[in-house]
């Protein structure tokens, strides 16, 4: 397993976190998965002997279930593992019972706390934009929380580039505690986040988790033209996380995915992995699966090395256009054009 550094911090996190998602079963959640504390613990056994050293899980999965099956899972080895967990959406029928007040932030760590089982959480996430809370409220509750040692690290999730770039703006003119990382949508189905939040994470020097890497099973290989998708698959019907914007794009990527897998006699799934993980400022993965056996096939991924055409066919068949004013500072900023602007457009130079 090979550990990178989570953005300017000092923490060394694997390539790829134990995503947890799936666990509890309860409501909407129960279209994801349906994971009991029997199988946590036996999924955690794998993780922790491949070598992943962080759980991600939140508040909000199966209403704080996920975070009490986190909690019975990893009872006893606590030390082993760094736990993240996020803060922001609804957890209850109240006016203060969402969003990034300091009420919210505060009781939501609180409650955080309890389920887990420990007194501190190692990485404490923002889940989504809040745009009625000021930033300076939310950003003073969670700098007290790291203050107060019942917090390490903060990050965001789910944040667009101007919104990651007044909060981090924000956060070092008060002298509040600082995001370390950003967890976000990336797949080889959709990179938009390689616009704007890829070049932030190169300019700022954030940590970047990227959430369904395989773009909830869509990336796995088991969706294909012309076939019905197996029994019981979420993808392309009423779940629509992530959406599907283009169908014929997402077969072509899957088609290449598919051939490039065959010739490492590998699964697709495990050929996503590889692929995301040599792309530009990714700190780690976040791999959620609902049997042992899914979870066994994504971490044998890290073994995995594709070739410089292989991630070249896979650039190719999923590559964005260039929108404005991308496609202007390719051809007219060429000479002064920085790290962070490069991850974008350096494909697109001559």
């Given amino acids: 397993m090979e550990y990178r550094q989570l953005g300017r ?38 993780c922790l002997e491949a070598g992943v050293n962080m759980i991600d899980t939140a508040d909000v999965y199966s209403t704080g279930r996920s975070e009490e099956i986190v909690g019975a899972a990893v009872k006893g080895r606590r030390d082993d593992v760094l736990l993240a967990t996020k803060v922001r959406m609804s957890m209850g029928p109240g006016p203060n019972d969402a969003g990034l007040s300091r009420h919210h932030i505060v009781s939501g760590c609180e409650a955080s706390l309890r389920r887990l089982g420990t007194d501190h959480i190692d990485l404490y996430q923002v889940h989504e934009w809040d745009g009625v809370t000021p930033l300076e409220e939310t950003l003073e ?35 509040y505690e600082r995001f370390v990382s950003q967890q976000i949508f990336y797949s080889p189905q959709a ?44 993808q392309l019907t009423e779940w629509n996380e992530p959406p599907v914007r283009d169908e014929e794009k997402l077969y072509d990527t899957v088609d290449v995915l598919v051939d490039i897998a065959g010739g490492h006699g590998v699964s697709a799934a495990q050929v996503t992995l590889a692929y995301l993980l040599d792309r530009p400022a990714i700190t780690s993965l976040i791999i959620g699966a609902r049997t042992g056996e899914q979870l066994a096939d994504n971490l044998a991924a890290v073994e995995l090395t594709l070739g410089e055409d292989e991630r070249a066919r896979l650039d190719e068949v999923s590559a964005l256009p260039l929108l404005y004013p991308y496609w202007h500072q390719a051809a007219t900023a060429q000479d002064r054009l920085s790290p962070a602007d490069l991850s974008l457009l350096g494909p697109h130079l001559d």
């Fill in 141 to 175: 509750a969670l700098d007290s929380l790291v203050r107060s040692g019942k917090v390490r690290y903060v990050g965001a999730s789910n944040y667009t580039g101007w919104q990651l770039m007044k909060a981090l703006g924000t956060a070092d003119r008060l002298g």
């Fill in 191 to 234: 990179r938009e986040a390689e616009y704007e939040l890829i070049p932030a994470a190169i300019d700022q020097g954030l940590g970047v988790l990227v959430w369904s890497p395989l773009a909830g099973g869509l990336m796995s290989g088991k969706y294909r033209r012309g076939r019905t998708a197996p029994e019981g698959s979420r």
């Fill in 9 to 46: 911090s000092g923490l060394k996190v694997s390539v790829l976190t134990m995503g947890t998602m799936t666990f509890g079963g309860q409501g909407n959640f129960a279209n994801v998965g349906n994971t009991d504390v029997d199988e946590a613990r036996r999924q955690v056994d794998m």
